[in-house]
């Protein structure tokens, strides 16, 4: 009964934060317009077009729609409409949110899932190789998102906004999801839910540290970076 009230809480405070960040993006987003020609390519955009709803796809159909708590899908979903609608704000949040951990990943991934065990399953033989193929996209976000800031600069505003996105998602995950499932590791780093601390600990600690350890650094970085003076 007390962890089914926490996760209540978890679901509601993950709610509220997920509405505030649609809240702000619908206000505050717009897409970056040039005079001359298009910042992002027509063959760029017709590539996440149609890919990004291909995997979305095979993903509910495969894993079902908890799947899509995962941050690097929600950073595909918003690298893809930063994409479309050349968005500098939908570009930046990922880059501060998720390029660190998905360059953690490709890193990972190029060293045979030995290194972090973050990219281990794409060895698995028990898994399809089209299903595993889907997840390539992992390397591809990398350069897209650097080659976006490059094109259209990075928004300060990604920093608070990514924080708010992640906080729901991890609150969502804890609230709505079997622990098995581990989405974004809000039960235990890794695969398997930790056994060290009380959950609930393990969760704050993680909604804590993501912000400091990683989206922190990442804008100072960006910040100095890919400064626009418009």
């Known amino acids: 009964m007390h962890r089914s009230g926490s996760r209540v809480a978890a679901f509601l405070a993950g709610s509220l934060a997920l509405s505030a960040t649609a809240l702000i993006l619908a206000r505050g987003a717009q897409p970056r317009r040039t005079a001359t020609r298009p910042a992002v390519p027509v063959w760029l955009k017709a590539g996440y077009g149609v890919a990004t709803p291909a995997i979305a796809a095979v993903y509910w159909r495969t ?21 479309i609608r050349e968005d500098r704000l939908l570009a930046s949040m990922p880059a501060v949110g998720v390029l660190p951990l998905e360059l953690a990943w490709s890193a990972d991934f190029m060293a045979g899932g030995r290194l972090l065990g973050l990219a281990d399953y794409m060895f698995d033989p028990r898994l399809s190789r089209g299903l595993r193929a889907l997840s390539l996209f992992h390397l ?80 100072r970085l960006l910040r100095r970076a890919f400064s626009r003076h418009d």
Request: charged fraction near 10%.
């Open 63 to 83: 894993y079902g729609p908890a799947n899509f708590l995962w941050l690097s899908d929600l950073a595909l979903a918003s690298t893809t409409l930063a994409v």
């Open 140 to 219: 591809a976000l990398p350069p897209t998102l650097l080659w976006l800031l490059r094109r259209l600069g990075y928004d300060r505003r990604a920093l608070p906004l990514q924080t708010l996105l992640t906080w729901s998602a991890l609150l969502l995950s804890y609230a709505g999801t079997p622990p098995a499932q581990n989405i974004n590791w809000v039960f235990g780093p890794g695969s398997r839910p930790q056994q060290v601390l009380p959950p609930r600990l393990y969760l704050g600690l993680l909604v804590a540290a993501l912000p400091v350890l990683v989206f922190l650094p990442a804008d």
